[in-house]
């Protein structure tokens, strides 16, 4: 059962959430933590700070899962899963390119899914059983059945294998494609999914919370989103995501 405004709510806190990010997207921004292929910012934390409290203070017997730590109670039955700045990297750099990604599943099941990009005022978001809509329109995935007439999304990690991986997977898809298209924000490329602007989105390293939202996004909208998780607790793993009608599962070359 979806908690009574529990889709409102959300889409409201993306929305003020993102607003802050935009509020400071041209300041100088302070690195918490750099590694050579990542950036954590002190914004990162102000943004699930933002978020967290107006969750809780909404529904204070729930439990948070963010990209910065877990917070609220963590018995609930249901669970927020956010990514306070997703494409932390664009954002670092002043590319506009990112966005607040906040979903909620109940015993393990996603019920509630919201995208939000700040930059182009878009906001994507789905309940279990109904449609996707972006800003009120219902969404629906692209109709495209040939691998030559798609854009896709080829991800790659940096670790165990997983660039490796990916980058294999890239070199074999884009003779195949129309277009490759790599925008480093995996909610942002879900989203797009389910607004027919991608045609898939395949990255073997990626974390429940950059995809969460827009897994449900996707299938609200008509396309198809398998994750497997790798890690202790599904926090991390793989994803295929497309229109659930051109062969990108068979044109991996894996």
């Known amino acids: 059962m979806i908690p009574q405004q529990a889709l409102t709510v959300a889409i409201d ?9 935009k509020q400071h997207f ?3 921004k302070h690195v918490d933590e750099a590694s050579q292929h990542d950036i954590k910012l002190e914004l990162d934390k102000m943004s699930q ?3 967290t409290e107006r969750l809780l203070a909404a529904f204070p017997d729930h439990a948070i899962l963010g990209e910065e730590g877990k917070e609220g109670d963590p018995s609930s039955d249901y669970e927020w899963i956010v990514d306070p700045i997703d494409g932390t990297v664009n954002y670092y750099y002043g590319i506009p390119l990112y966005c607040v990604s906040i979903a909620l599943r ?4 996603l019920i509630v899914g919201v995208i939000y990009d700040p930059n182009l005022d878009e906001c994507w978001y789905a309940e279990k059983g109904g449609p996707a809509y972006l800003n009120g329109k219902v969404q629906h995935v692209s109709r495209r059945t040939q691998m030559s007439e798609a854009i896709v999304f080829i991800g790659h ?3 165990d294998g997983s660039k490796e991986k990916g980058l294999r997977r890239f070199a074999h898809v884009s003779g195949q494609v129309r277009k490759v298209r790599i925008i480093g924000t995996a909610a942002l490329a879900l989203a ?3 607004s027919a602007r991608f045609d898939a989105y395949v990255e073997s390293m990626v974390s429940i919370w950059d995809l969460a939202a827009g897994k449900l996004i996707v299938e609200c ?8 998780p790798f890690t202790e607790g599904g926090e991390q793993g793989s994803i295929i995501a497309w229109n659930n009608a051109i062969p990108i599962v068979e044109s991996l070359g894996d």
């Open 106 to 109: 109940c015993r393990g099941e």
């Open 26 to 28: 041209h300041d100088d």
């Open 221 to 228: 909208a008509g396309g198809r989103v398998d994750f497997e």
């Open 192 to 194: 797009y999914i389910a």
């Open 49 to 51: 700070a933002l978020i």
């Open 157 to 159: 990690g940096k670790t």
């Open 13 to 21: 806190t993306a929305k003020a959430a993102g607003a802050f990010l």
